[in-house]
């Protein structure tokens, strides 16, 4: 019985006609693939030492030296006394020690108060103009003026707004109210502090506005609608639904707020005209006035070097205790 094999097919595994090979585009090697993220990263790396790392530097540096109003225009000449400035600025018991004690503790106070009532605003604005209504467009720019207002123009204007004679805030509340009996004074004593505040709440708040409204995009209406059918009214619906989804914004909005405000100078500084009264004398305005008012610089860097250091150990501990809740509830 004869048997006849077959050729395999040669055509099995050669490529159609008319038809081309294709092989994977490969990435381009070389130096000039390797150097252009460092190329793009090159103008942001420049100015962040520029403005940030050089000065920081400069400022411990400083820190170490009695750079006086002797030595300013030669620094080699100022004597290098390592830690001595850091020893009479914080020496609790000196007159100095005490003053800066003092801003310290306005300064927490201003910082916590504007960041709550801030935070107060901005979500009940956020969770009023959460819902669609004609004139929710107008509110919304309405609310975030002072926010994309200048500083200097905003604060300048609550100047002018708060002077004892011809304010606008006395004229009102003295001349066409009849609230007061006499005209007080908002930039000085006591209700300097509070002026401070109303003024920083008013600058800060949109910014919360604006970072929470974001937050509730993203909150599923079926949550809302299955907590209505459950019974649940606003302010139960608030508690466990729109704060529970809002934890993740609040907890970086928070921590901005209380870095923005401890650290502010521009408020206070154009308020008061760069000499705030004791009531409202924030560490950012101390430490500008022991540097360019005494001319003792090294003891300004020092302030302000121990200031970074407060900051960056309370960032990192309310950093660590927020990630440890989080793993907790997880």
């Known amino acids: 019985m004869a048997t006849s094999t077959t050729a395999p097919d040669a055509d099995r595994h050669e490529p159609l006609a008319g038809s081309s090979a294709r092989t994977p585009a490969r990435r381009p090697r070389g130096p000039r693939r390797s150097l252009l993220p460092y190329l793009l990263l090159a103008p942001a790396v420049v100015l962040e030492l520029a403005i940030h790392v050089v000065p920081m530097v400069v400022g411990v540096w400083m820190s170490l030296l009695e750079l006086t109003q002797f030595h300013i225009r030669n620094w080699s000449t100022a004597p290098f006394i390592g830690l001595e400035n850091y020893r009479a600025t914080l020496d609790f018991n000196s007159a100095a020690g005490r003053e800066l004690l003092h801003s310290f503790w306005i300064t927490l106070a201003y910082s916590v108060l504007s960041v709550g009532f801030a935070w107060l605003l901005g979500i009940a604005a956020a969770v009023v103009l959460q819902r669609p209504f004609r004139g929710r467009a107008i509110l919304r720019a309405l609310f975030l003026t002072p926010y994309a207002l200048p500083v200097y123009a905003a604060v300048i204007t609550w100047s002018f707004l708060l002077q004892r004679d011809t304010g606008l805030v006395n004229h009102v509340l003295v001349d066409q109210l009849g609230v007061l009996g006499e005209r007080p004074f908002w930039l000085i004593g006591d209700n300097s502090f509070w002026s401070l505040l109303i003024v920083s709440v008013w600058r800060n708040w949109p910014f919360a506005f604006l970072c ?117 509830n997880a």
């Open 212 to 328: 929470l409204m974001a937050g509730l995009q993203n909150v599923p209406g079926e949550l809302y609608e299955a907590a209505a059918i459950d019974g649940a009214g606003f302010w139960r619906r608030l508690r466990s639904v729109t704060l529970p989804m809002l934890r993740p914004v609040n907890l970086v909005l928070l921590l901005v707020l209380f870095l923005w405000t401890f650290n502010d100078f521009n408020t206070p500084y154009v308020l008061f005209g760069g000499s705030a009264p004791e009531q409202a004398d924030l560490i950012s305005i101390h430490i500008y006035r022991s540097s360019f008012k005494t001319w003792d610089f090294g003891s300004g860097s020092a302030m302000s070097v121990a200031l970074l250091l407060f900051l960056l150990v309370v960032s990192a501990a309310y950093l660590l205790i927020t990630n440890r809740r989080r793993d907790d």
